[in-house]
């Protein structure tokens, strides 16, 4: 009988062995977003730039995020279901594609948003006026990279006001939420 245990056992071992499939430290926290400021271009060619703080909201386990997880959301104040810009983010200042922050702690984010990720708009299609934007954190279902978190949230609500913005798509382009 003991034969027989040892058998398996150790087939059971080959087999994760061979599966190719690589292990992911998972975290156990979860994470805050919090914008701390917006800074909006002065010409077509600029992004947006959203300051981020990330930081573990609950628990003692790092938590990753890649800006590929990241997404910005741009609404008017009083109509927040109504998305008119979704931004595909970039980091700023860091040659790093994963950017890791340790319980107690704060990592803080630089994000460049220049272009719409569905339509591919840029942001000087948004006419001037006031904004709202949300930073998303949509984890995968999959561990990716150690420490990714795999659930979703967001950041509150950032009030932000968009200037006009030189050299801007034809009038009938714009978007004016």
């Known amino acids: ?36 400021s917006v800074s909006t271009p002065t010409n077509a060619s600029q992004p947006l730039i959203v300051q981020l703080d990330l930081s573990v909201k609950s628990g003692k386990d ?23 810009f979704d931004g595909d983010v970039q980091f700023v200042g860091t040659n790093n594609t994963i950017a890791t922050v340790e319980s107690e702690k704060i990592s803080k984010l630089t994000l460049a948003i220049y272009s719409d990720r569905f339509t591919k708009r840029k942001l000087s299609n948004l006419l001037k006026g006031k904004y709202r934007l949300r930073v998303y954190l949509n984890g995968s279902k999959t561990p990716e990279h150690d420490y990714q978190w795999l ?7 950032f009030d932000f006001e968009m200037g006009d913005i030189p050299n801007k798509a034809m009038d009938s382009e714009k978007v004016s939420g």
Do not use: H
Not at 7 to 36: A, D, H, M, N, W
């Open 62 to 84: 790092p938590i990753s995020v890649s800006p590929e997880w990241l997404t910005v959301k741009i609404y008017r104040p009083k109509d927040e279901w109504n998305i008119i």
């Open 151 to 157: 659930g979703q949230t967001y950041s509150a609500g």
């Open 1 to 36: 009988m003991k034969y027989k245990y040892g058998v398996i056992y150790i087939l059971i071992l080959l087999c994760s062995c061979t599966t190719g499939e690589k292990t992911f430290r998972r975290t156990q926290s979860s994470p805050e977003l919090k914008v701390v």
